[in-house]
């Protein structure tokens, strides 16, 4: 049988996820995408994509506009430029009829989501969401469980998610995602990915939630006495600080550097760029004089509509980055730690516990990257398919329930999902 041709991608934005991921993925999987136009501001980025993609002049644009200017130039379009910068292309690329991978959370306001799903809805194109932790063999195989009803009619879900205390102060705290001008909330930024996991294995929509949470650690009353603005400037605690951003950022020798984190504080990984890096950009600050408002901990709680309850918790101090679940039904109970690929099931009235071992690495997200891109390559290619179409809905719901636990927190209340959901469709002029 003839095998089916790769699907075509303009990249809008070649940062890390971009140029990386999803060209990364072009390169290993030349039979699934070809990347064929790339807009991006930065030259040296544009550049590298189009050495690594055999792209020619006339396939490199400085900016998204310009590219979705032209008639369409391939079967999709994925956006992966920076969370606020999400909307209007997604919304070019759609009206210009390409099906449009792209990067989550879909935007930092609850209206801009809705109304990036809506027009995916009037277009007829697929609109696929970079939550790649349901597509990781870890999060299939617990769906697989969950959904086979071996654990009988399930009940409860408690999810945690523990960002490591350097991933919280890098990205969070000093970094791209530190405060709401520039990022979406915690829940949104970072827990997007748990809270479509959450959704999807509930297999119910939520009804009510409420949610506690607090910036309490990160904040200038922690700051230790005499403590500087920058770690560059002879902290008087640098010795025994856990986020001493020198130690951190200027540890590790060039190659390591080369790759995120610390990318982000140089594009050139020596020493002495990465110092002047410390020295002048949010990298080097004090992790206690940041201009930083997002949550370092934050509980949701949520009842969905055929009564199952559930909890997810964000831990931003934990010294191990990890995802934990358990999964209660009447017939058995489920446990699970992502990092460590293990899970357990137990069956009540059993003294027998079943483990598994999936294997899988951070690196590439536990095979979710390559998972979201195969997925996403197997619905374009099925385009007229109505299951393809429900994504980005599906997708919405896990988003709306993070916006929807952010004002049950602000506003110290239970919030009803159905009239949230409503809300938002009647001010996106759905
Ligand atoms: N799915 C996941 O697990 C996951 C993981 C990390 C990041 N993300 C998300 O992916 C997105 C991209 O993150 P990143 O780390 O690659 O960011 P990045 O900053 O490395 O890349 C964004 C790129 O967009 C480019 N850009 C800016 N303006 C542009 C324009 N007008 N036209 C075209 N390109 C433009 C920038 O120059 C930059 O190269 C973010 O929304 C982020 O939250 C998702």
New binding site residues.
Partial sequence: MAQPEAVTAAV???????RFTYGGQALAHPDQLRIVAV????AA?RDAMAREHGLAAGALFD??RELLARPRLADAAVV????T??VAPALAALARGYHVLL??PIAPEPVDCERVVGAAEKAGRILQI?H?LRHSAFYRRVHEIVTSGRLGRVWQIELEEHVGAWHMAHSFVRGRFRNREIAAPILL?KSC?DLDLLVWLAQSRPARVASFGRLSGYTKERAPQGAPERCTQGCPVQASCAHDAVRFYLGPGDTIAAGWPWSDVSPDPSREARRRGLETGPYGRCVYRCDNDVLDHQLVAVEFEDGLTASFSVHGFAAHESRVLRITGDQGELRGVLERGELELSRQGSFETEREQIPGSPLG?FGGDAGLVAHFVDVVRRDASQEVRVSGREALEGHLLGFAAERAREQGRVVECDGFRREIAAAAGA
């Fill in positions: 809008i934005g070649a940062g890390l996820r971009g807009a991006e501001p930065d980025r900016d998204w992966a430029t920076s969370d910068l999400h990067e989550k970079g790649v930024a990915h997200h």
